[in-house]
């Protein structure tokens, strides 16, 4: 008996050793040969952003000398990307900024022939990050007055921007017209209707307490005080659009509280109400769902699921991920060999009530949990075969590699609120790294409830600083591309290049009744007996945001049944079969 | 009779808990006759005190704060740690063991480590458990399990496995609760003058640690403060049946706990305090086992012949 205990012991203790063992074998054996990863995973991706003629590097932000000894991690955000066809040519353009002060932000216009050329400075976009102003943190495109352009949303940790494009042909400041506040430290904001108006309405969620100066501190307590249940962050706003380019702030009238840490944000109608739910992902705490009653935001986080296990909310991207016409929500958290494994969230709809809809953490049966210093990540058909993969971007500080700020860190982040709120009790960084220099993750959809991790072998095999990851058609060939922002790195393109035979749809929708930009709008796709919902979102993911149009993989399949769409208006349409391998261009009806 | 053989904090040493005439080393020191033979509400002797004492933590942490990622996780562990030590009871004593003891491992294992998949906590109360069965020196066991389990796990498994840092809200009036709570009960069991040892002993090391390194006092006593510690000073090293008899023993123990946990902070080891009392305690006892073994036996021969064994 005591031999056979022994035995057993020792295997026990040999396990995790012996799994891990295995996993690596069968990491390297699929790395091994590219037509074979093409054969197996139906695509890969090759980092172009040179030859695009994209030479974006960004500068991190220098606050108050008073945070000097971590000023690696006070400032480790503001790499933010979005997409958007910003002069209505058809061809998607980039965005992308900045955050150091006097530090340019880039507008990034598709040549059509493969290359982008930076007009930003010629647009008025560019110059947004000048001494006593704040520096870029986010970016975010809707047409706020229906005239067929998209307008700018800069958020900043300073003075918040919005700019109005006209007609393609530049930008004009308008933030003080609009009548947005002088000052937030914001890293989310996100366009939506959420009072069903035609009009587009802006989220937006503070970080540090917008009362915060970060370049001039009056004191240095102004870190969390505590780093899973902290409620000294910032507040929310919800600003109302009044027409004639004018905003109210109305966040606590329609019952958005709360001083969070908010990182990130999306709106999506979860319950087939016309009007848009909304999920908020915050840094030290949990994440929040607000169900929009009419107009009024109700909480439902503890009761949906969602407000359970605190950790460190990075990142918050919609996806319907078992082709079901229901949206799942994904969060990166921090994971960290030996040190913090928190796991990243996905939440999986197990409820349809439309009361009060139900989630569950499956992000470990899916697969896609240990994600190391997540942050950015996006949803979207990237092998074109009929399901929705998943693209994550990681990597905190990465600074001396051969040193790390790790012990330090669990140090003072575990004691008490008094210790860790203030910035003087930290440890200096010292040029060390922390969750530095980590492997993306490149999730591919089985679409039974189970994702591999590819990136390695499909070529996304960077190792920068990422922060913002955004996905599009850059080069209107039926595929999506993906563009990352790193924080004080280079801006990245990665051209993707699918199996051929696989077949697509997109749809470029236009609202009429509804705000133009179709924001909010679902459009799900019927073949085969299954289908897949997406929606047009006004920012998702981290500091990112998608290109606008919507697009579909289909696999082998040659013919579609139908698709319905759901207007922000509240209009339903359908359409009967239609042809694939091209973008729909959709009016809604009137 | 010794009453060590008395359930208490993560009792651990089945084979003592049923079988007295077991014990292996004669004449250890005998507590007072007087607290042992009289059954206490507030005392080790009440099988169901800790147990309950942690399990009122675990459910006040987790309802005011949410500490617990899982509920699941915790039960599977708690539950693992109780199968397997009535198995294990069954099959090599022969008899049921008191549940109390696997209880408070797998309790621990529920809510010192943090895992998103559900096997961490399934192997970690394994190896808890069977730590007591198979590492035995002179028919005892050494480690206290939940550390040797938590230990083991994160040394090995760290790719899948964390332990709790930051629960409980870094909030000071919770960590002041449960200081003074676990600072009564511990006095009312006769234990304090460890936690008290080791608390003094890491807030002069952490001051040399200042002193040496150049950051600031705060972020070196900084781990104190924080939940895990909570549970390390009033449960890990004070568990009875892993701790040496006598009481400048215990406190020279922990002082090398503090002392080593202390070089192992100066290499950046994060999960410092585990592997210190995984390394000092059982050395420590194994040290006292073998010393009073040896005594024993040198005293046997020392007696006139057929004295030996005439008690």
Known sequence: MRIGLTILFVALLASPYLFRQQLRARDSASDSDPSAVMARYGFHLVEISKKAGIDFVHRAPVLDAKLEHIMPQVASMGAAVSVVDFDRDGWPDIYVTNSATDSLNALYRNNHDGTFAEVGQAMSIADVNRSGTGVSMSAVWGDYDNDGYEDLFLA?????ELFHNEAGRGFRKVSVEAGLPAWLNTNAAIWLDFDGDGLLDLFVAGYYPSEIDLWHLSSTKMMPDSFEYATNGGRK???????????????????????RWTLAAAAVDLRGTGRPD??????YGVSELFINDGGRFREVSKESGIGAAPKSGMNASVGDVLNEGRFAFYV???????????????????????????????????????????FGAQFGDLNNDGTMDLYVTNGYISLDKSRSYWYDYSKVAGGSSTIIHDAKNWPAFNGRSLAGFQPKRVWVNDGRGRFSEVAQSVGVTDRYDGRAVALADFWNRGVLDAVVANQSGPLLLYKNTTDAARNWIGFDLEGSRSNRSAIGAIVTVY???????????????????NDRRLHFGLGSETRIDRIEIGWPSGQKQTIAQPQIRMVHKIREPV | MNTRVSASAETGDPAMAVDPSRMPVPDLPVQAASSASRFKLFSLENPYFVPGFITLILITGHLSFGILESLSRTVLAIGFSIALELALGRLVLGRWIHPASAYISGISVGILIRAPMFWPYALCAALSILSKYVLRYKGRHLWNPSNFGIAAILFLAGESVGSLSIQWGNHIWAMLVIWSLGALIMWRVRRLHITATYVVSFVLFALMRSQFSGTGLESELAPLTGPMYQLFIFFMITDPKTTVQSKRGQCLVVFMVALVETILRMNEVIYAPYYALFLVGPSALALEIWWTSHKASEHRQSLPDGKAFSS
């Open chain 1, 332 to 374: 990166s958290n921090i994971s960290e060999d030996g040190i913090l494994i928190q796991g990243n969230n996905l939440w999986m709809p197990i409820s349809t009530n439309p009361a009060l809809p139900k989630y569950e953490n499956l992000a470990g049966s899916f697969g896609v949990e240990l994600g190391g210093w997540s």
């Open chain 1, 527 to 545: 073949w085969n007996g299954q289908k897949q919902a997406q929606t047009i979102s006004g920012g998702v993911g981290f500091a990112a945001q």
């Open chain 1, 237 to 259: 706003y919800l600003f109302r659009n009044l027409g004639s380019g004018r905003f109210e702030e109305v966040a606590e009238k329609v019952g958005l509280k709360n001083k």
């Open chain 1, 156 to 160: 900043k940790w300073g003075r918040p």
């Open chain 1, 278 to 283: 909304l999920f908020v992902a915050n840094d």
